[in-house]
């Protein structure tokens, strides 16, 4: 069973600079979350995508958006990078909507913003 | 606001001692309580997770307790080991399923748990 990968694992951008992160879920995932994680802090709920429409959203502006396709592969898109969107960014499968399940997380994606 | 506080950043414990991690919340509405490890270089793990309808849940070496009338929890690690070395992330959700509400997990801060040989 393959778990969730994301890709690149490390990515340099300019203030300014748009950036798109990718994410595949876990086989048979239909949910798809995307959290920021600052350094020294814990992650922080970007949104949630759910048969391909945006379903949940944390405290993050627009620039911030993403997608969800068929195949439940997911993108998370930064638009005018900010200094203070240095972070790693995570992504986390789960088997359907709710709460009390498991959200499976992949090893992130770590952005820095010059 | 951190509606989710895990006040201790660091913690070192002797193999085969007990591990205890706190983590406190504010938001009563909380209904559902999750503790992920996380080593580094890569996402963080599941471990145990307790309902609120519960005051214990228990797996293996693992156990959490919840207290909500102080809003609080813990995890017990016993006995610990060297590979329990990681940071811990306690985190709670909201909402049901029949609400139809997205997922979403509040995490804190974490604490670096350390276990000596």
């Known amino acids: 069973e393959t778990g969730v990968t994301q890709s690149p694992t490390h990515l340099i951008k300019t203030r300014g600079q748009q950036v798109t992160l990718r994410c595949s879920s876990q086989?048979?995932?239909?949910?798809v979350s995307w959290y920021q994680q600052a350094l020294g802090q814990g992650p922080q709920f970007i949104f949630q995508?759910?048969?391909?429409?945006?379903?949940g959203r944390g405290n993050f502006p627009p620039r911030f958006s993403g997608l969800q396709f068929p195949n439940y592969s997911s993108e998370l898109n930064v638009n005018a990078l900010e200094l203070d969107d240095s972070a790693l960014y995570l992504c986390a499968s789960s088997p359907r909507q709710g709460i009390g399940e498991k959200l499976f997380f992949g090893s992130g994606t770590q952005l820095s913003v010059l | 606001d951190q509606q989710v506080k895990q006040n201790s950043p660091s913690l070192s414990v002797q193999e085969g001692r007990i591990s205890i991690l706190n983590c406190d919340y504010t938001n009563s509405m909380f209904d559902y309580f999750l503790w992920y490890k996380k080593y580094p270089a890569e996402g963080p793990t599941f471990l145990i997770s307790i309902s609120s309808i519960k005051d214990k849940n228990e797996d293996g070496r693992f156990t959490v307790f919840l207290n909500k009338s102080a809003k609080h929890l813990s995890l017990h690690i016993v006995p610990s080991q060297p590979g329990d070395s990681a940071v811990y992330f306690c985190?709670?959700?909201?909402?049901?399923?029949?609400?139809?509400?997205?997922?979403?997990?509040?995490f804190g801060s974490g604490t670096q748990l350390t276990v000596l040989p």
């Open positions: 985190a709670a959700s909201q909402g049901g399923i029949s609400s139809g509400s997205a997922r979403q997990l509040t």
């Open positions: 995508y759910y048969r391909e429409e945006e379903n």
């Open positions: 086989s048979g995932h239909n949910t």
